[in-house]
């Protein structure tokens, strides 16, 4: 299968920080099609020697494992083409197309890094130009949209464009490893279904944290806020990947049917549930691993005073048969203690111990960062002594697959894998519209509490885990957060 892949978007962070490495191990991986095209497209005019001459130097950024060497640079390089656009003049989608039809490839994967903006622009001239015929597909990188009603907008322009098969919505949490795990432990193995469910699974946690702050992106995160920027969507996407039904068939629409009804259960928000079980925090200055770190107001590009959140930690439920009555709890956060996400389910204690003072849950740790893995938190007995077994000499133990270790040759990351799916057409891990529109939905009245909340973000220092309200918020059930337990 042939495939010419355009970059709108070409010189900016995404494509040089995410695209080009992925599309680059990709090649490494001998996992594109031969004779592929990959076409930035940006405003300024630069030729393709001068393109690449670009993303050579923008390499030297990627981390040391990643990068070409010469000789796999000068491969890569043939690959990639340049051309300047003005992304609202039909000629110049009329010139795409032309240099698409030079060779008439099978795929025609058009990829829209740019702003959210320009998507219904972009999508409107596409159309106009003819270029959403059969052979074509759209990726849509987030954030798409900032409330409900803009991300119905642009899906508006993009239905009237494109069939939905034809609409790649970008989540790259699907892609990353551990959500394939996921789907693998649930739906391949029978041991864990029969214990899935609120009878023998006490809560779910899911952290997405980082040491990182906001850097260079003051202005993008100003106006974007952690609930809009991991909330939305990655934390209700691993979310629905654990509570969903098991699919009918591995089918995109099974899949994401499954995961539609899981986010139309989660149960909705009023202004006071937002008070009570929403925690919003904002980093002051403090240590991330041993280094002095910024405050988020004194961050590049941050307007003074701004209210806007780089923390949140929520508690939610299904509210469904398999799942009522157990807490969610989410938690995600800028300038925390180190970059580690996972999902924790802790199991129900032993109905009726018999091992005194030795009460303690079973989890499941699904790691996604740094390295993906999974854990399985279990009590085993030490040694007997003379006095047969009792209580002191149960010990937590833990079963401990390292997945980047047992199949490094095969892992690929996050970007690559889901470049991949787009050009052969697997949709399996891309997010429809209706899970798009409905994680709006509930994360909305969240918003719209805050917007009328006059107390604003707790702060928080950086190098910790978030306000301490976070921790209160689980302790309230008589649960604590991971790193406390
Ligand atoms: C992006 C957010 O979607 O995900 C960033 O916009 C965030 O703010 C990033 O840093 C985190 O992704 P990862 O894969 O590094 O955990």
Redesign the pocket.
């Known amino acids: 299968m042939s495939f010419d892949l355009v970059l709108f978007g070409g010189t900016g962070d995404l494509t040089w920080r995410k695209l080009m490495p992925a599309l680059f191990q990709a090649m490494r991986h001998h996992q594109l099609p031969p004779g592929g095209r990959i076409l930035a497209v940006a405003r300024d005019e630069r030729s393709d020697d001068e393109y690449r001459a670009f993303i050579r130097e923008r390499f030297a950024e990627v981390e040391a494992s990643k990068r070409p060497s010469e000789a796999e640079f000068a491969d890569f390089a043939r690959m990639l083409h340049y051309r300047r656009m003005d992304l609202s003049h039909p000629q110049d989608y009329a010139g795409l197309k032309a240099w698409l039809a030079e060779r008439g490839a099978d795929v025609a994967v058009l990829y829209l890094a740019t702003s959210p903006h320009l998507f219904p622009v972009i999508c409107e001239q596409l159309g106009q130009a003819g270029l959403n015929g059969p052979g074509v597909r759209v990726v849509l990188e987030?954030p798409l949209g900032h409330d409900l009603a803009s991300a119905q907008q642009i899906n508006r322009v993009v239905r009237s464009v494109f069939a939905e098969e034809q609409a790649f919505r970008i989540d790259?949490y699907l892609g990353k490893p551990a959500v394939q795990n996921l789907m693998a432990l649930r739906f391949g193995n029978a041991l864990f279904e029969p214990l899935w469910r609120r009878e023998s699974i006490a809560n779910i946690q899911i952290t997405?944290a980082?040491g990182?702050g906001v850097g260079t992106r003051g202005d993008y995160y100003d106006r974007t806020g952690a609930l809009r920027?991991?909330v939305q969507n990655?934390a209700l996407q691993l979310l629905t990947m654990i509570a969903m039904e098991p699919p009918p068939s591995n089918d995109a629409d099974a899949i994401r049917d499954e995961k539609l009804k899981v986010l139309k259960s989660l149960k909705p928000f009023s202004a006071d549930s937002v008070a009570r079980d929403v925690v919003r925090g904002q980093y002051r200055a403090g240590n991330v691993g041993g280094q002095p770190v910024k405050g988020y107001l004194e961050e590049a590009k941050v307007p003074a005073g701004s209210r806007c959140e780089t923390f949140v930690a929520l508690r939610t439920e299904v509210q469904n048969w398999r799942w009522a009555g157990v807490p969610f709890y989410l938690r995600t956060g800028k300038r925390l203690a180190a970059h580690d996400?996972q999902i924790v389910v802790t199991f129900r204690e032993v109905p009726h111990p018999i091992f005194p003072g030795t009460r303690r849950a079973n989890k499941l740790v699904i790691k996604l960062?740094p390295e993906d893995g999974l854990e399985l938190h279990l009590l085993a007995a030490k040694g007997s002594g003379a006095a047969g077994l009792h209580g002191e000499m149960l010990t937590p133990v833990s079963l401990d697959l390292d997945f980047d270790k047992a199949f490094a040759s095969e892992r690929i990351g996050?970007y690559e894998r889901l470049l991949m799916d787009a050009i052969s057409g697997r949709l399996n891990l891309f997010v429809r519209s209706d899970e798009q529109e409905q994680a709006w939905r509930w994360v909305e009245p969240v918003l719209d509490a805050w917007a009328n909340d006059p107390s604003g973000p707790r702060p928080y220092s950086a190098g910790g885990w978030g306000p301490a309200a976070a921790s209160a918020l689980v302790a309230r059930d008589g649960c604590a957060w991971a790193e406390e337990q």
């Open positions: 987030k790259h997405l980082e990182m920027d991991m990655h996400s960062q996050a």
